[in-house]
């Protein structure tokens, strides 16, 4: 017997050795596999923020994690997390024999694994290192690889990476997202109720969501509570006045998308450059401002919700109708807003920036202010008149008899009335006697691509998108300076480091005075033209409708003295929409709208265009004449010819 006892006792020994050779074996085997941790840099969320620093959105892959580096994270939250998850975290080594031991008992009491006693360092290695299986097998390497990160991190480290990788329920990774997601708070800004619920969420993160089962996660919350009063960590006073608070909960998107075709641009235009845009973490600011994007987003939803009333019933009517609108600040080229489309998740296309439409009757302004600097006024004569054009196609000779929308025409009539009433006919021989040669040239410094070496430049028959007029547009806003829209204006990493800034460019195109002779036609289609139906009291608008053939396309281009809004709306299958449907009509009164709420909200804005110095205006024959070289005022018998010309 006692023989037996001793082989049974060196057995023993030696499968004790063999135990700990292998488990000496196994700690250093896969030691390797801790380096994720030990080099932890995980997916990021990149946050999008308006001009005024309010979220556009967080753009992610996968996880949604807003990184929270260790010194940011109050002395509460440590406390509260290592009281109800593991209180002698400071004083072990990755794992808690003690812990462990009592599991054992439980576990072997009731004949299955009925208890973890994972500590803070094992929860982590087996949240982002291993599977979640109970298996003999996968603790015993939760445990080691935990001893081994416990000798290649400290324990602030391990706390860091611990609260920004765990889940804390409703698609929330790390306590910095979970705080913004569920109280809108960050985390030096929670009261320790809330900061209960944060770190009692990890045990069970669906079983106590708070925007689901508030009830459960308000008595985990106190549980955690409870454990840190007794503890002495808090006194009874705190304690009882944190149990009885009921905090505000927010059950918001993951991504809090206020305006997703900005969001998609922005995202779009960083990807190059930075390819890891929606996991680095960045912060990207941008000259968008939500309160214009909200202003335009409703102003366009009126034009579309109008369209659709005035054809409710009319089945021959495409379903494909929809809009896009930009509003920029007319002075820098700035975006303020930027709408693609009426409705996102019907349609994410961004008809802002990807489409390409005929602008039509909105490009006439360029014309008419090439003319203006090679000589012409206001009041210079042009026939509106029909010709009938001959060119060759091919091998066939050809003949083009454009008109007039009104399918008349006048005689001879200003520049001014051709423009306020948007001639057709008058446009077109205006270019003739320009000659197309010299108008490519004069048009050169605005970088148009694709212009048409034919008279059909006259009728805008080339290819924008809504945000490539704007830009174009901005030459007139900011009386003769040409500015690049900017949408991004500064991008930081997940650190704070400044990676890139956009500074504004512009150039000057045309003198102010000349180019003000155009914004002050421009004013008139508003005031009594085919803008008309953008009028709004007690603000100078000048703006230019453009409707293209059949009413394929319909524009309206306008601008006050600080604020620049395009809007278009057609088929995006470039059918033509219903008869009568022109940018006075379809797409004015959305400018109209957007301005009238514009007004309103800023009353401090500037009502009134500036008139630069080297205008001139002269009254002759009870009529206003405006020019910028006084030596050329017409005589008192052209006065009289003159038609009338209202301001």
Not at 476 to 502: I, N, Q
Not at 518 to 544: E, P, S
Not at 621 to 635: A, R
Request: proline residues 5%; charged residues 30%; positive net charge.
């Amino acid at each position: 017997m006692r023989f037996l006892f001793r082989w049974i006792f060196r057995l023993g020994v030696i499968a004790a050795f063999a135990a700990a050779g292998y488990l000496l074996y196994l700690y250093f085997e896969i030691g390797h596999q801790v380096r994720p941790l030990v080099e932890y840099n995980p997916p990021k969320t990149t946050q999008i923020f308006d001009r005024n620093g309010k979220l556009l959105a967080n753009v992610f892959e996968k996880e949604h994690r807003i990184y929270v580096p260790y010194e940011e994270i109050p002395g509460r939250v440590i406390e509260a997390l290592v009281a109800i998850e593991d209180t002698l975290f400071f004083e072990h080594h990755g794992v808690n024999p003690e812990a462990i031991f009592r599991a054992i008992i439980k576990d072997i009491k009731a004949r299955k694994l009925v208890e973890g006693a994972s500590t803070l360092t094992q929860q982590l290695v087996k949240s982002t290192l291993l599977t979640r299986e109970k298996k003999i097998e996968r603790k015993i390497k939760e445990a080691l690889l935990s001893i081994r990160l416990e000798q290649e991190l400290t324990k602030e480290e391990i706390l860091e990476r611990y609260l920004n990788a765990i889940f804390f329920g409703h698609g929330y990774y790390g306590i910095r997202t979970a705080a913004l997601g569920y109280f809108h708070k960050d985390l030096d800004e929670l009261t320790l109720k809330e900061i209960a619920i944060l770190v009692g969420l990890p045990k069970a993160p669906s079983a106590y969501d708070p925007t689901r089962r508030y009830a459960n996660a308000m008595a985990r919350a106190n549980r955690v509570l409870e454990r840190m009063r007794t503890l002495g960590w808090i006194d009874e006073a705190t304690y009882m006045s944190a149990v009885k608070e009921a905090p505000e909960v927010f059950d918001d998107t993951l991504t809090q998308n206020r305006a997703p075709y900005v969001v998609d641009a922005v995202v779009k235009s960083l990807k190059a450059k930075y390819p890891d845009i929606r996991r680095g973490g960045y912060k990207v600011h941008t000259a968008v401002d939500l309160e214009y994007q909200e202003m335009a987003r409703k102003a366009l939803k009126f034009g579309y919700d109008a369209y659709w009333k005035r054809h409710e019933g009319d089945d021959n009517v495409s379903k494909t109708f929809n809009g896009a609108m930009v509003v920029l600040d007319g002075r820098s080229g700035d975006v303020l807003a930027m709408l693609g489309g009426v409705d996102y998740a019907k349609s994410p296309f961004n008809r802002a920036i990807s489409s390409r439409r005929q602008p039509g009757s909105a490009f006439k302004p360029f014309i008419y202010e090439t003319a203006l600097n090679l000589g012409y006024n206001p009041s210079s004569k042009i026939p509106d008149i029909a010709r009938t054009y001959r060119f060759e196609e091919g091998d066939t000779e050809k003949l083009w008899q454009p008109k007039n929308y009104e399918k008349n025409y006048k005689g001879i009539i200003t520049l001014r009335e051709a423009l306020v009433h948007s001639r057709n006919l008058a446009t077109i021989n205006l270019v003739n006697e320009i000659g197309i040669m010299t108008l490519h040239k004069k048009l050169k410094p605005l970088g148009i691509k694709d212009l048409p070496y034919n008279l059909s430049i006259a009728l805008g028959n080339l290819a924008l998108s809504p945000m490539q007029l704007a830009r174009l547009y901005t030459v007139f806003a900011d009386m003769g300076t040409l500015h690049e829209p900017r949408l991004v204006t500064e991008l930081y990493d997940s650190e704070g480091k400044l990676l890139m800034r956009v500074e504004p460019q512009s150039k000057e195109i045309y003198p102010k005075p000349q180019a003000y002779l155009l914004v002050d036609m421009l004013r008139d289609v508003v005031r009594r033209g085919t803008g008309r139906n953008a009028r709004v009291r007690g603000m100078d608008i000048a703006g230019k409708t453009g409707t293209t053939n059949n009413s394929v396309d319909t524009w309206f281009c306008s601008f006050t003295p600080d604020v620049e809004a395009i809007v278009w709306f057609g088929n995006d299958d470039n059918t033509p929409l219903p008869k009568r449907e022109t940018g006075g009509r379809t797409a004015a009164p959305v400018a109209r709208v957007f301005y009238t709420d514009l007004v309103r909200k800023h009353p401090e804005y500037r009502r009134e265009f500036e008139e630069p110095e080297g205008v001139y205006r002269v009254k002759r024959g009870g009529k206003e004449f405006i020019y910028t070289d006084i030596s050329i005022l017409p005589s008192d018998s052209q006065v009289e010819s003159e038609e009338e010309i209202l301001f």
